[in-house]
């Protein structure tokens, strides 16, 4: 089993998304959609994928990038620049 599959939070994100993936979808196929409205569901989505890529992102590093005796501040400097420049 993945590091992945015991990560409770990471399977909360991606049910989260799936979510508000599916109340867009429905928003759509009722016909109530406006425009401007599943764009900020888009924003929201986009948001959250980007989120969990930055949580996986660390989680690789961590668990698979990175010697055990890794330097947590420079992880964290490491990770804001990547947010920075993203």
Request: proline letters at 1%.
């Amino acid at each position: 089993m993945s590091h992945l599959q015991k990560n409770r939070k990471v399977l909360n994100r991606i049910s989260r998304m799936q979510g508000q993936m599916n109340a867009m979808y429905k928003t759509v196929l009722d016909g109530e959609a406006e425009c401007i409205d599943v764009l900020q569901q888009m924003a929201a989505i986009r948001g959250a994928v980007q989120g969990l890529m930055n949580e996986l992102l660390e989680e690789h590093l961590k668990n698979h990038v990175l010697p055990e005796d890794y330097d947590e501040k420079e992880l964290e400097d490491f990770l804001l620049l990547l947010k920075k420049y993203k």
